[in-house]
């Protein structure tokens, strides 16, 4: 066996002469596990591509266990397999018919589900995955759904898995049962490349790291010689002075809540629930998935119909039916998925920034073009927005600029209320702590942000005040008024 399944030498790669990978070292050793680093726009992506053997290199050499790849993206595609981060199932097929899909078990010409049924069962028992297969895609839990996706990699004999944020949408006990499958992988020599924005599961979980800053390779280690510091230094250089920042304390006056919600229930939401929010105030929501965070988000923002209960703004109750009606009422979400529900991926960075200010554009029956510009252009220079022009696509930007461009959406209809239901999902840390740096100064203006975030640590720093959710219900209020009174640990034991 080669001593690496795959070698990359000096690999660069520029789009428009602009050079986006500069002399690029990658090595992968059979049953590796390798972490791969770098904040939005670093390069990871093209140098995945790469290894696919969809981009060609303006230079540098490939081999694949030992065979060299000259822009061949078959012989690429025999050994390795993607994991996206955004599932490539149908939702309306079993689990059977997604594994084997195009690459169906023949026998004369006729699938042979038999033998198909054999195969991911005997794989399932040698992984202890415990899924039906004759489910359909669309009643299994995120977790599962990634567990498919690995199945579909494997079975189709791939040798090398890149993993492009698997965990995103996962919660603890999911993410300990993807990593213990990692590890059975590594177990039977298949190598793994894992991208994730949570360094402590590289730490956790990865043998190596790469970390690619602005094109260059800045670290290249064992894991056991690299420490979370000097991750962070890599990945961002100077700029790792930005997460020490900080949170500014604001005092908050208690006398008459910019919010209450008394009561409220929904469909979704049986046991009532009341609380209260203050100007200048990020009132936390900790909770695992499916607690009950973007199902009161719903409520609030008026996708899900209010059933019973009332909410008040400043004393005055407002009815909320419609989100049109919240936007009036001084809300705005910010999605869990930026992607399907914030975004409108395949429009420009214009189109997106002006749907949500579209009435305030208007100019008797027209819109007015100009003025529209110039605000758009405002909050692409205020949100520090990496876009060539107004008129780039969306789906071109990194994940953080795009939830920059959502936020952006948000602040554009001066909001009283922000709703932010995992704004950091899928972003580099110093992407998170621009995001987070937005909030601070949205609260010193006198706005409130209820922010819910799969991160206790982001919870923790960044609420003056936590409640905790658990099956719909608020089970308890925590105090965090400088940000420090609660720690990480007391968080996390107060959401099991």
Request: aromatic residues 6%; negative net charge; hydrophobic residues 40%.
């Amino acid at each position: 066996m080669a001593n690496y399944v795959l070698e990359m030498k000096d690999i660069c790669m520029s789009f428009n002469g602009v050079f986006v990978l500069q002399d690029i070292d990658f090595n992968l050793k059979p049953g590796e596990i390798r972490g791969l680093i770098g904040k939005n726009g670093a390069g990871k992506s093209t140098l995945l591509k790469i290894i696919q053997g969809i981009y060609k290199p303006v230079s540098g050499d490939i081999k694949i266990f030992g065979e060299e790849i000259h822009n061949s993206y078959r012989k690429a595609s025999d050994s390795v397999g993607m994991i996206f981060q955004e599932f490539s199932l149908v939702s309306e097929m079993t689990v059977l018919e997604n594994i084997y899909l195009n690459s169906e078990i023949k026998t004369y010409g006729i699938i042979n589900e038999k033998e198909s049924a054999k195969r991911v069962l005997d794989f399932f028992r040698e992984y202890d995955i415990h899924i039906d297969i004759y489910k359909r895609i669309k009643e299994l839990s995120s977790s599962d759904m990634q567990m498919i996706e690995i199945c579909k990699a494997v079975l189709k004999n791939k040798k090398i898995i890149l993993m492009d944020e698997p965990t995103a949408a996962l919660d603890g006990k999911q993410c300990e049962k993807l990593f213990t499958m990692i590890q059975r992988l590594k177990e039977n020599k298949i190598s793994v490349v894992l991208i994730t924005h949570h360094l402590k599961e590289i730490i956790q979980n990865c043998d190596s790291v790469t970390v690619i800053r602005d094109g260059y390779l800045t670290l290249d280690a064992q894991i056991q010689d690299a420490s979370m510091d000097t991750i962070i230094s890599a990945m961002l250089g100077e700029e790792s002075n930005a997460l020490q920042k900080k949170r500014s304390v604001v005092h908050i006056d208690k006398t008459t809540p910019l919010l209450e919600v008394k009561g409220i229930t929904t469909r979704r939401i049986k046991t009532p629930l009341s609380f209260k929010l203050y100007e200048g105030e990020v009132l936390g929501l900790a909770g695992l998935k499916g607690s009950g965070r973007t199902e009161l988000f719903q409520a609030l923002f008026g996708v899900e119909p209010i059933t019973g209960g009332q909410i008040q703004i400043l004393g005055k109750p407002v009815r909320i039916r419609h989100p049109s009606e919240a936007v009036e009422a001084g809300f705005f979400l910010i999605p869990e998925s930026r992607q399907i529900q914030g975004l409108s991926v395949d429009h420009s960075v214009r189109f997106n920034m002006e749907l949500s200010w579209l009435n305030k554009m208007k100019r008797h029956f027209l819109l007015d073009d100009k003025k529209g510009n110039e605000v758009a252009q405002t909050y692409i220079g205020r949100m520090q927005i990496k876009t060539q022009n107004l008129d780039t696509i969306v789906r071109s930007l990194s994940g953080g600029n795009q939830q920059k461009v959502v936020i952006a959406k948000a602040l554009a209809t001066n909001p009283k209320i922000i709703l932010m239901d995992d704004p950091t999902f899928g972003v580099d840390v110093h992407a998170k702590a621009e995001i987070m740096q937005i909030i601070d100064e949205f609260k010193q203006t006198g706005g409130a942000v209820i922010l819910a975030s799969s991160e206790t640590e982001e919870v923790n720093q960044n609420c003056n005040r936590i409640l905790i959710l658990k099956n719909q219900e608020i089970t308890g209020e925590l105090l965090n008024e400088d940000f420090e009174t609660i720690t990480q640990d007391e968080l996390t034991a107060a959401i099991q």
